[in-house]
């Protein structure tokens, strides 16, 4: 039997009268990965907040990893969760080396504040090889690159052997050389025997690799449609979810998006 890592039943989301998210049913199966497409405001942070236990639903039921919210030890379970933000880059330190700041995910702090031993120094440059990263493991952080910095984030999140990998529009201040050899590193990881479960929140289609079995499309805090790429990367599709007039086309293993006048 597939085992169930997320399964979210009609969860909605209210703040101050505003409705959020309205009636949003998830499942992810284990290894499975997903890309997760929606406008600016149409509640992306909110589910993933609600995914990983950081907001509440006001109506629905949330499983994770077999664990029913409300019933379960969330701080426990977030551990279990690892959520690679860009909002992060800037906020540990520059002078910490690559390795350290990897390091640090063994506590989930800011910083490294304890020695580490032999074996978790071996353990995070294990993890910053996996994603090709050992060329820098000595180099400062805040000497990376954007696109360097962000594999040094998902190596962070990864220390821990997360069983789900939330990745925040994890490319977004790449320019198109680092965004491709950055895709590239994530298709390595996501093809690894010892990955976890991908969720890949983007704008932007051409990130949406092979890799990637199943997209959902929220707008406006409703389901759009969710299902196969090739089911759910249409013209059709994308003009309901944008707005506006628009044509999907292929390009080897590449959607590409243009917007019609």
């Not at 909002?87 to 700041?101: I, K």
């Not at 400062?140 to 594999?151: R, W």
């Not at 984030?153 to 994890?170: F, S, T």
Request: a negative charge; glycine letters at 6%.
């Amino acid at each position: 039997m597939t085992e169930t890592v997320v399964e979210l039943e009609e969860v909605s989301f209210c703040r101050k009268e505003r409705q959020i998210l309205t009636e949003v049913s998830w499942r992810i199966d284990a290894r499975t990965h997903w890309a997760l497409l929606g406008a600016n405001g149409c509640g992306k942070t909110t589910l993933l907040k609600i995914l990983t236990g950081y907001e509440w639903p006001t109506f629905g039921t949330v499983r994770v990893l077999g664990e029913r919210f409300g019933i379960c030890d969330i701080g426990r379970l977030r551990k279990l969760i690892g959520w690679v933000s860009s909002a992060m880059t800037q906020r540990l330190p520059a002078q910490d080396t690559s390795v350290e700041v990897v390091a640090s995910g063994l506590d989930a702090s800011i910083g490294l504040y304890r020695h580490v031993t032999d074996e978790e120094h071996r353990t995070s440059l294990a993890v910053l090889t996996q994603l090709r990263g050992d060329s820098i493991a000595d180099q400062k952080y805040g000497t990376l690159s954007q696109g360097e910095m962000q594999k040094v984030l998902i190596a962070r999140a990864l220390v821990c052997q997360p069983k789900i990998l939330i990745l925040d529009e994890p490319c977004i201040g790449l320019d198109p050389a680092a965004r491709q050899r950055f895709l590239k590193d994530l298709s390595v990881l996501a093809k690894s025997d010892n990955a976890p479960t991908i969720i890949l929140v983007t704008h932007h289609i051409e990130e949406i690799d092979p890799w990637i079995q199943n997209v959902m499309l929220l707008k406006d805090g409703k389901v759009l449609t969710q299902g196969t790429p090739d089911d759910v990367i249409t013209s059709e599709r994308m003009k309901d979810l944008l707005d506006c007039p628009c044509t999907v086309f292929r390009q080897g293993n590449e959607f590409l998006l243009r917007v019609d006048a």
